[in-house]
């Protein structure tokens, strides 16, 4: 690892990955408590690449991806508490309790949601591009999905007509080597070297370490800059591991308890904290604040979540027209 | 007879069906992670993977390829993980597989099973609590079952592995921990026949799939009123059976079609508007329906049940349309 960012910044994108990891853990408890309920995608072990990702971009950048999409939401700037609030159902939450865990919006961030479909978030993601191109607009969209995506018709048709009309699309591929139970080396031709794909379209692809915040956002930063010169699009291919099962639902039969430690793979937020331990970029007493930070604005999220009111009855007409 | 539950039945019959080597068996996630509902768990180990395959998460491919291989001769069962994807398959579906036959004037066959997972009420919002088997069923060339029990799941499936056309197999996911006999000798159960799963005078509840148990629920509520309602369980929607829905209101004058897709557009609107065309002066009131709340599938649990159609909605139009 190496870096030229500044200690601020080093030290927020730790705080930004464990917000999401302890977010994550606290959904799971809930979960388990029957307060969360139908699907839940954790994101545990993949924190670098929204955090990272993010950080390269503008607030007015629009960015949609998958159901797994927590994290996004919330290194997109959603507030943990709304997005808690809606996870458990409640009047409060980002959509009223309507959309829940795979369906998460934020309208005032950009974020143009958590898409249930797999593959379904990627023609919309060619639009919003279409519309900031239209408009002239140097703005750009990320369209983040998973390796199984990429076996959906709409995944080309969205990289063709990007490509074909210069669409301002980072596509940005999160391969956890899984979709469902099902490994990459089982679904799909080229399934650890996807970017490749990218080629057939002609957008410049590549590939790099997803479980490495710094490396995550060197790599997206300079992408943007290039897209907001030339308005085309890009692919970046970010490799990754999910920690957890595919959903609480999923037991994990289908791989080793020890896998990630026999594919070598590093943990995100212990590696970037190593790092700054390592260099003196912050002490422990620095990282025990953040620590204690993070955990407080959890235990809020959740209380806050937990108090509020379900929604009345009424609430389920609304908002199904304009 | 043995006991077994809704999900055993239909392995029961899927395995059944792989005794003939010409049947095989996609779909995502059906092998190493033994099926999102676990209905093929076990499968990969006891048949292997030339016969079941997982595959990559392209329901056109998987749908499309399962008709060009039963075009070739082979007689496939694929599996949609839930009937809201088989919207991203729709066209191989209604353009493809229910067309070819009539379009070569029978030099083709389809002979396809397609299985999927139906229904809401798990909390799982509006892209993935959906009940499509109704649309389905309006397109000539597909049949559609919907199995109440697991009786009729495995009769029905076996029936559908000999039909020869492609078929639209929807299990509700509520579904299939529901328990019940199921013979030790073979049987069948043959499409566009209703079941009559509880007989009575006084009114008649149609109803398929699971809302079959909300109908026997009403009817367990009316008879404590003093009234005996008849419970027709259609089992397939296409083709459906008339007859038996048109004797039974014959005898009640009186009906209640129930089912858990939107109201609007629903099946019951068809099978309403055929009663009334055919029973018009049987009936003692127009026909009544219960379905879904037009609106998309909440997250929250109380707002989905509250679109989900209950015993007392069911009494409740029985009221309106003839004040009991
Ligand atoms: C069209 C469609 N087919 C199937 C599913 C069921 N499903 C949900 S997520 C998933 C796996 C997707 O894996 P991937 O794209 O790699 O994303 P990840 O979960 O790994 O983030 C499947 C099969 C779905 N939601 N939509
Ligand atoms: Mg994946």
């Not at chain 1, 545990?44 to 929204?50: L, V």
């Not at chain 1, 998460?104 to 898409?115: A, E, N, R, T, W």
């Not at chain 2, 509902?37 to 292997?48: N, P, S």
Request: aromatic residues 8%; hydrophobic residues 40%.
């Amino acid at each position: 690892m190496e870096s030229t960012l500044n200690k601020q910044q080093l030290a927020e994108f730790y705080r930004q990955m464990l917000l999401i990891r302890r977010f994550e853990e606290a959904c799971g408890r809930l979960y388990m408590q029957g307060k969360i309920r139908g699907f839940l995608h954790l994101y545990i072990g993949e924190e670098a690449i929204a955090v990272g990702t993010m950080a390269a971009l503008r607030p007015d950048d629009y960015v949609i991806g998958h159901y797994r999409d927590h994290g996004h939401a919330i290194a997109k700037g959603m507030d943990t508490k709304i997005a808690m609030a809606e996870l458990c159902g409640k009047a409060t939450g980002s959509s009223g309790g309507k959309g829940g865990s795979m369906h998460l919006f934020d309208s005032k961030k950009h974020f143009m949601g958590g898409h249930a479909i797999v593959a379904g978030q990627m023609p919309i993601a060619a639009g919003l591009a279409l519309a900031s191109k239209y408009r002239k607009e140097d703005r750009i969209t990320v369209c983040f999905f998973g390796d199984g995506a990429v076996n959906q018709g709409e995944f080309h048709e969205t990289l063709n007509l990007a490509s074909v009309w210069k669409l301002p699309v980072l596509f940005l591929l999160e391969n956890n080597l899984y979709g469902m139970g099902t490994h990459v080396d089982r679904s799909r031709a080229g399934g650890r070297h996807i970017y490749e794909a990218a080629a057939a379209y002609d957008i410049p692809g590549v590939q790099i370490n997803g479980m490495d915040v710094l490396g995550m956002n060197e790599c997206v930063s300079e992408t943007v800059k290039s897209m907001r010169k030339d308005g085309g699009p890009r692919f970046i291919e970010a490799m990754c591991y999910r920690y957890r099962g595919h959903s609480m639902a999923d037991p994990t039969m289908y791989r080793e308890r020890d896998e990630a430690e026999e594919l070598g793979i590093k943990d995100p937020i212990e590696s970037l904290k190593n790092f700054m331990l390592q260099f003196e970029i912050v002490d422990d007493g620095e990282l025990a604040e953040i620590n204690a930070k993070v955990e407080a604005e959890i235990s809020d999220a959740v209380q806050f979540a937990e108090d509020s009111p379900t929604p009345d009855l009424d609430a389920m007409y609304r908002n199904v027209y304009a | 007879m043995a006991e077994m539950i809704l999900r055993e039945a239909v392995a029961k019959g899927l395995r059944e069906a792989l005794e003939d080597d010409r049947v095989f068996i996609m779909g995502e996630d059906i092998g190493a992670y033994g099926g999102a509902y676990a209905v093929t768990r076990g499968f990969l180990d006891e048949f292997g993977p030339e016969r079941v395959m997982d595959t990559p998460i392209s329901e056109s491919v998987i749908v499309g390829a399962g008709v060009g291989s039963a075009l070739a001769g082979l007689k496939p069962i694929v599996e949609l993980m839930t009937i809201n994807f088989s919207l991203v398959a729709i066209d191989q579906i209604v353009n493809h597989a229910a067309k070819l036959r009539y379009m070569s004037d029978g030099q083709f066959t389809v002979p396809l099973v397609i299985r999927t997972v139906t229904g809401g009420g798990g909390q799982l919002a509006a892209t993935h609590s959906q009940s499509f088997e109704n649309w389905y069923a309006s397109v000539p060339g597909l049949k559609v079952v919907v199995p109440a029990t697991p009786y009729d799941a495995l009769g029905l499936f076996r029936t559908a592995m000999k039909d020869g056309n492609p078929i639209l197999f929807a299990e509700h996911s509520l579904l299939y921990g529901m328990r019940g006999d199921v013979p030790d000798d073979w049987y069948e159960i043959p499409f566009g026949k209703a079941d009559i799963k509880r007989s009575g005078d006084d009114v008649t509840i149609v109803a398929y799939s699971r809302m079959t148990h909300i109908a026997l629920q009403a009817a367990a509520m009316l008879e404590e009123r003093g009234r005996q309602a008849e419970v027709i369980d259609l089992r397939t929607l296409r083709p459906w059976d008339k007859d038996t829905v048109l004797q039974s209101v014959r005898k009640t004058n009186r009906v209640v079609v129930v089912e858990e897709t939107w109201r609007t557009g629903g099946f019951s609107g068809e099978v309403a508007s055929t009663i009334q065309e055919e029973a018009f002066d049987d009936l003692d009131g127009p026909v009544a329906r219960v379905g879904g709340v037009d609106v998309p599938a909440p997250y929250n649990g109380m707002l989905e049940a509250a679109t989900i159609p209950t015993a007392e909605r069911v009494l409740q139009a029985l009221n309106d349309s003839y004040g009991i």
